[in-house]
């Protein structure tokens, strides 16, 4: 049982290019989440999903897309990177009246 | 809208004394509210959480947190600090279905030999 896991773990980007981060979780939660945390501000909601096939923005949804084509996956993409999406970014996981599971993070640098 | 407040960016504490992380939130109808922990390039561990019934909770570690409705506060403490309790501590409200947390802006602790 792995849980909340993250692929990559870190990545360089230049301004400008795209790249996708994959979330996978194994515990049949319903709700999937990605949040990014930058110093001093905690973490924020970038866009959730509560179920395959639906999503839904955050608070900080500008410059990212998402998508659930599958329950256990959730993909957060970013089209155009730009220095301000330099962050650590973290998928979170649950089910109705439970706790968030949270992965190890993917820590992402743009040039 | 809902929002946490984390009062203290910095705090210092000598090992082995006592320690109080305040929170303090912002929601309409009765929170989930949770702590979490990060230490330092890590992810985020769950202490304790608090969804309904006794308002004192006991978490991992060692750490306890009170509900206080009347004055909106889910206050974390221990008894005393070990070394390895120095991290970044996050308070986190949310409503128990789909909408996601909300998150204070942590409260780093640093604790003194």
């Known amino acids: 049982n792995a849980g909340v896991t993250q692929t990559p773990k870190f990545r360089v980007l230049k301004t400008g290019q795209s790249m996708t981060l994959l979330c996978a979780q194994d515990?049949?939660?319903?709700?999937m989440y990605w949040y990014r945390q930058d110093p001093g501000m905690g973490l924020r909601l970038i866009h959730y999903s509560v179920g395959e096939g639906t999503t839904a923005k955050g608070e900080v949804p500008d410059g990212y897309n998402v998508s659930r084509l599958k329950k256990q996956n959730f993909l957060l993409g970013l089209e155009s990177a730009a220095p301000s999406q330099t962050s650590v970014y973290f998928c979170a996981s649950t089910r109705t009246g439970e706790t968030q599971y949270f992965g190890p993070g993917t820590r992402l640098l743009v040039l | 809208a809902q929002s946490v407040t984390q009062p203290d960016i910095h705090i210092t504490v000598s090992e082995g004394a006592s320690l109080e992380l305040r929170c303090n939130y912002s929601?309409?109808?009765?929170?989930?509210l949770f702590w979490y922990v990060q230490s330092p390039g890590q992810g985020l561990q769950l202490l304790l959480k608090y969804f309904s019934g006794d308002t004192l909770v006991q978490g991992i570690k060692g750490f306890e947190a009170e509900f206080k409705r009347s004055q909106s506060s889910f206050n974390l403490r221990k008894p005393s600090v070990h070394w390895s309790d120095a991290a970044e501590y996050f308070c986190a409200v949310g409503e128990g279905g789909a909408d996601g947390l909300t998150f204070g802006k942590g409260t780093h602790l640093i604790i003194q030999p």
């Open positions: 929601y309409g109808a009765t929170p989930y």
């Open positions: 515990m049949n939660h319903e709700y």
